[in-house]
């Protein structure tokens, strides 16, 4: 008789075996799917991040540039500049002046377009920012010129003005002379309140005492205020 091969003696094994096999490859397939995505949304972070960079960077050009413009005006003229392409050549002047290199491409939006917010009337530019609505992935440890822009929820609400000494870091205005001197004194408490005195009692005041009246005459103590007569003899 002959004898019987191994794979018909454990069909179950065999099944077995292969279920586990299947079940492995599902679980690598789903590890390598995870770790792609993870990889993935890390790179888009970290190129949301290095955009946000380049945001910060134009942004410091863009207030240089409008800080530059403002002290070259003359006396007397505004000191914004009617658009962002008086930036690039200053026609206040006979020759070529440029406080900004070029318009420079958002790199939140891919696009040379920019938000721009002006002075009544667009009289001049005030502040320059981007136009996208996205979330930033910066939301704190700015520089100390971009103080303002923390704790912002859009990339739009980065507004770039002219710089300073401040560093776009809003002063608070001294307060006038007359507040100060119709502000009434601070009278400070006394950390240790000496105890209340009891009220003083008034001394009673002393009645007035009656004059003593005087005594009766006595009977047998003759009269010396009474006249004698000249002829009442005189008697002991």
Same mark, same amino acid.
């Given at each position: 008789m002959a004898a019987t091969p191994t794979w018909r003696r454990h069909p179950r094994a065999r099944a077995t075996s292969g279920g586990f096999t299947y079940l492995s490859l599902i679980i690598f397939i789903s590890v390598i799917a995870l770790t792609t995505a993870a990889s993935l949304k890390l790179g888009s972070v970290l190129q949301r991040s290095r955009a946000e960079q380049e945001l910060l960077d134009i942004g410091a050009a863009f207030s240089d540039a409008l800080k530059s413009y403002a002290d070259a005006t003359p006396q007397g003229q505004l000191a914004q500049p009617p658009s962002l392409k008086e930036l690039l050549k200053d026609p206040?002047? &006979?020759?070529?002046?440029?406080?900004?290199?070029?318009?420079? *491409?958002? &790199?939140?939006? @891919?696009? #040379?377009?920019? @938000? *721009? *917010? +002006?002075?009544?009337?667009? $009289?001049?530019?005030? $502040? *320059? +920012?981007?136009?996208?609505? $996205?979330? /930033? %992935?910066?939301?704190?440890?700015? /520089? !100390?010129?971009? $103080?303002?822009?923390?704790?912002?929820?859009?990339?739009?609400?980065?507004?770039? %003005? #002219? #710089?300073?000494?401040?560093?776009?870091? &809003? !002063?608070? /205005? /001294?307060a006038s002379t007359n507040q100060a001197s119709s502000a009434a004194p601070v009278v400070e408490p006394q950390q240790n309140p000496a105890p209340p005195q009891p009220p003083v009692q008034k001394p009673p005041e002393e009645q007035p005492i009656p004059p003593e009246e005087p005594a009766p005459p006595s009977e047998n103590v003759p009269n010396q205020g009474a006249e004698r007569r000249p002829d009442e003899p005189v008697t002991d």
């Open positions: 206040r002047f &006979p020759g070529t002046r440029r406080h900004l290199r070029k318009i420079f *491409v958002d &790199p939140m939006t @891919g696009k #040379a377009e920019w @938000g *721009v *917010v +002006y002075l009544a009337d667009k $009289a001049g530019v005030l $502040a *320059v +920012y981007s136009l996208s609505d $996205a979330r /930033p %992935v910066k939301i704190g440890n700015f /520089p !100390q010129r971009f $103080a303002g822009f923390e704790g912002k929820s859009r990339i739009s609400e980065w507004k770039f %003005v #002219a #710089a300073s000494d401040s560093r776009n870091t &809003p !002063q608070t /205005p /001294p």
